[in-house]
């Protein structure tokens, strides 16, 4: 079945230090991937996604994720986190399932500390 | 400003209530859905549109119902038979229902049971 894991739950890190969020998605064609991002008690906004080409994307905010077809991964990752980045963040995927629909990981809670 | 209006923020309802979730969107995106999230679940889709007088069941259908009379909008009915309404709901617009396209969010109604 098509599924979209994020292992960690939540991560902290220092303000100015380098992040990585994990994505490992499950599905048998090539995957339409997105990070979006949620503010508390807000929706969410696209931050990137891949479609295809160049597997290394860039977004909004200076986010860029990389696809790597052989680990079925799309991690998230910024060099120098501001605080302002603590917030929530959801991978997931496009598929065609007969009809299309997008499948969302469970998130990742992201906390900067000063 | 474009974009996805939720109505009302908060809403509580009484035991055997029908409640109504209002969606309106000035994008003039063709599809709209309807999410469902809680927390470490990420979201779960209840229902989505894909043209006008025309909807279709997503993941967790069970005790919703929801209208499509106008392209601008996409309201969703709890009804007294989703013995588990307490969430925070999120309704969502795209150009079409395809596997690429970007979901915009509107900011969200959290509902919860008296």
């Known amino acids: 079945a098509q599924s979209v894991t994020q292992p960690d739950i939540h991560i902290t890190v220092s303000e100015g230090a380098s992040l990585e969020l994990r994505c490992n998605y499950s599905?048998?064609?090539?995957?339409?991937l997105f990070w979006y991002v949620q503010s508390p008690g807000q929706g969410l906004q696209l931050l990137l996604k891949?479609?295809?080409?160049?597997?290394l994307v860039q977004g909004i905010k200076g986010f860029e994720a990389e696809f790597k077809r052989s680990q079925s991964s799309f991690n998230l990752r910024k060099p120098s986190v501001h605080w302002s980045d603590a917030a929530e963040y959801f991978c997931?995927?496009?598929?065609?399932?007969?009809?299309?629909?997008?499948?969302f990981g469970a998130g990742t809670r992201l906390f900067v500390k000063a | 400003d474009g974009g996805i209006t939720q109505s009302p923020k908060y809403l509580f309802r009484k035991e055997g209530q029908n409640v109504t979730l209002s969606c309106e969107q000035n994008?003039?995106?063709?599809?709209m859905y309807w999410y469902r999230q809680d927390p470490g679940q990420g979201l779960r889709l209840i229902y989505y549109?894909?043209?006008?007088?025309?909807?279709q069941k997503g993941d967790i259908a069970e005790g919703y119902s929801v209208s499509r009379e106008k392209k601008e909008s996409f309201p969703l009915t709890v009804t007294s038979a989703q013995k588990n309404p307490t969430a925070f709901y999120l309704c969502?617009?795209?150009?079409?229902?395809?596997?690429?396209?970007?979901?915009?969010f509107g900011a969200g109604t959290r509902l919860s049971v008296l």
């Open positions: 997931a995927v496009g598929l065609n399932t007969g009809g299309f629909k997008t499948i």
């Open positions: 599905y048998g064609a090539t995957p339409y």
């Open positions: 549109s894909q043209i006008v007088n025309d909807f």
């Open positions: 969502a617009s795209s150009t079409k229902s395809t596997r690429e396209n970007i979901q915009y």
């Open positions: 994008l003039n995106h063709d599809a």
């Open positions: 891949y479609f295809s080409g160049d597997t």
